[in-house]
């Protein structure tokens, strides 16, 4: 007997809905990319080309659009001999310095045998470099920094744009392409460089669920077999997406997860709405655990007081009332309490994860307002992820039954109870 056999009844093309799969068309933004491609024009017509700026919560589809206008562009400038089109693509997630993006983009363009180092140059020699070997090659070069809100000082963002301008550059033509996922990073820029970065802006706006619906009927015609979802399948999976951020990304994940849990059954060959609500749990977890796992231990602190406090019915809560539990639990884990201040930090951080929500209060007639917090995620979720400072504080009285199930380890059931 075989170990591994095929099961392929009900993925035709599971890889379709994988992050790396470039649909042939994109669905429902034919405003967006018609102003994107009136912006690349001046490249077919041998200008010089604009810079544009794309920016969009994620999930978008700007990075879609832009692989999708640009392997276009490739394919039809090749249709004319005078014009001579070099493509970058950096993500610049990774790429948190101008010095770094330097250094990256002369090593794009230069062959392997002439790579240059990515520590010790001057940044001004590392841009000389940049602007020789653009006027070397010559033609029309167009450099995408997608996610370039990650890029923290905006020299390169002033430099590239304006290379012309600033005559670093006489031969070579060149055009950046900048995609933001955030929107305060426009906002945030400089004057100088947001006009020339921006000199051409397109908006994304987040997914309806109808948009969200199309995207999805026409993944899932590349990646299931005919007749494998059920009706309801694929609308709840755009209601999900549409509610959460309208991010197509998210839908996809959630269509393949509902898939791969049906899969995983024997004897099932259609995807139900029962595997969509188990693959949204899934994916919720697995979100959650990541953005706990990322915090610090302080951030872990204050998250299991405001659990144990909102078991015990006192959320929302201010965070001044937070405070004695959270002393209460740093202690007990042989830590330094922070200062109210920082531990507010905290709070901020996980409403900024949507495990807590936060509620503006007027004070009354002396003006002012505060805030409360109350918890705002499944109590399971959180207790699985919250396992290590479980160990360092202990057991709190108010989530012993909660413990009752499978999370309790044989390590917790040993630890130190305490109200
Ligand atoms: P962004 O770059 O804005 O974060 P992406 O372009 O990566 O978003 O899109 C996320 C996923 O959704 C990708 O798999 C992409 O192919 C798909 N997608 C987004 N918009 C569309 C669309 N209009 N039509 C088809 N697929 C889309
Ligand atoms: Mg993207």
Partial sequence: M???ERDTEIYRNRDALREDYQP????????????YQAALQPVINGEQPNNVFLYGKTGVGKTAATRYLLSHLEEDASEYDDIDLRLTFLNCDGLTSSYQIATRLVNELRDETNQISTTGYPRATVYEMLWDDLDDLGGTNLIV????DHVEDDSILYQLPRA?????????????????????????????????????????????ASDLQKILEQRAAVAFHDDVLDDAVIPLCAAYGAKDAGDARQSIDLLMKAGDLAREEAETTTVAETHVEAGRHDLERGRIEEGISGLTQHGHLVLYSLLTLHLQDETPVRSRDVRPRYTNFAQRAGRDPLVPRRMRDHLAELAMLGLVSVTERNEGRRGGTYREYTLDMDIELILSALDEVLDDVGIHDS?????????????????????
């Fill in 164 to 208: 012309r301008a600033n005559n670093n550059l006489s031969d070579a033509k060149i055009g950046i392409i900048g995609i933001s996922n955030d929107f305060s990073f426009r906002d945030d820029l400089s004057p100088k460089v947001k006009s020339s970065l921006c000199e051409q802006e397109i908006h994304f706006p987040a997914y309806d």
């Fill in 2 to 4: 075989s170990l591994f």
């Fill in 145 to 148: 920094l997608d996610e370039v």
């Fill in 399 to 419: 989530i012993q039954e909660h413990l009752l199930d499978e999370d309790v380890t044989d390590e917790n059931t040993s630890l130190a109870q305490f109200q």
């Fill in 24 to 35: 042939a068309q994109l669905v429902g933004r034919d405003e967006e990319i018609q102003m």
